[in-house]
């Protein structure tokens, strides 16, 4: 099973609140990312995890606030979004950081009003 | 650092033909490269991948070749059928960029009924 779940599927937020999104993943994968994907565009790399500790933070605004609780979550909080952070944000894991096969989940698309 | 294109940007093609997508790598040390299928509303889903020590992989009716020399890889489709509609991405990747994805700019196949 290559299944990661990602939620809430759809999210509309002010530019002044604080939302969370979430990840989860239960094939052992001790790697985790966050990529965000702009209409017609390939996904940018945000953040990757590695046996729960950031290893990459692809400089990234600090709006953007990545969490990993355990191996198996993954989190994103979100604070004083731009609405040019619309976009489908994508949850992604391999075995570990340094196995090439990255799966993805379905994506939360966030829209910033 | 590597550099990715792919070709066409857009391909339509008539139910039962075949499909092929271009993509060209710049550096020469990649050794990893994956093709992703992305749906509408969807993530990117891992189809085919292949490494630098094959020319070629098949999986039923997908395939990739793989030109070292050249430095191009490709993803064949035969027997094209209307759900495989979608945007494909090509991607390569090694160690030194610290297996990161470096994505292709995608190519939206359309299968004409």
């Keep these: ?113 | 650092g590597e550099n990715v294109e792919q070709h066409p940007s857009t391909l339509s093609v008539q139910e039962g033909d075949s499909a092929v997508i271009k993509c060209t790598y710049s550096d020469s040390a990649s050794n990893y490269f994956p093709w992703y299928k992305q749906e509408l509303g969807k993530g990117p889903q891992l189809i085919i991948d292949i490494r630098s020590n094959v020319g070629e992989k098949k999986d039923q009716r997908i395939a990739v070749t793989l030109n070292k020399t050249a430095k191009h890889f490709s993803l064949h489709i035969t027997e094209t059928q209307p759900e495989d509609s979608a945007v494909y991405f090509c991607a390569a990747s090694d160690r030194d960029s610290n297996y990161q994805l470096i994505w292709g700019a995608g190519t939206k196949l359309i299968i004409k009924p």
């Design chain 1, 1 to 113: 099973d290559t299944e990661v779940t990602q939620t809430p599927k759809h999210l509309v937020m002010g530019m002044t609140n604080k939302k969370s999104l979430k990840c989860e993943q239960h094939m052992g994968h001790r790697a985790m990312y966050w990529y965000k994907q702009k209409a017609k565009k390939p996904p940018e790399l945000m953040f990757v995890y590695s046996y729960e500790k950031l290893s990459i933070n692809e400089s990234v605004p600090s709006r953007f606030s990545p969490e990993c609780p355990n191996s198996s979550l993954l989190n994103l909080h979100l604070h004083a979004l731009q609405p040019e952070d619309s976009a489908l944000y994508l949850c992604a894991s391999s075995q570990d950081w340094s196995s090439y096969e990255q799966y993805f989940g379905p994506g939360t698309r966030l829209t910033v009003t």
